[in-house]
């Protein structure tokens, strides 16, 4: 019989690679999402429409503030 802990470790070490290939992908996407999100921002400004163009900043900033927050995550893991 496997000892417990040597177990417990074993079983840890497999979730944090399951939860690494799932947040991987959603990063990914996170980031191809802000930086487009950027390119609209841009065009906004553009057209002067400023209201509009402080709430997708904030989207933005919000979606980056994410992006962080993951990757933190998957360094602790």
Known sequence: MEDPKISNHRRQTQQAKRSQRMYGSQIERLKRD???LKHYIQRVEQ???KHLAYKLQKKHEYLSSRIEDIREELRSA
Request: charged content about 35%.
């Open 47 to 49: 057209t002067g429409n």
């Open 34 to 36: 802000s930086k487009e």
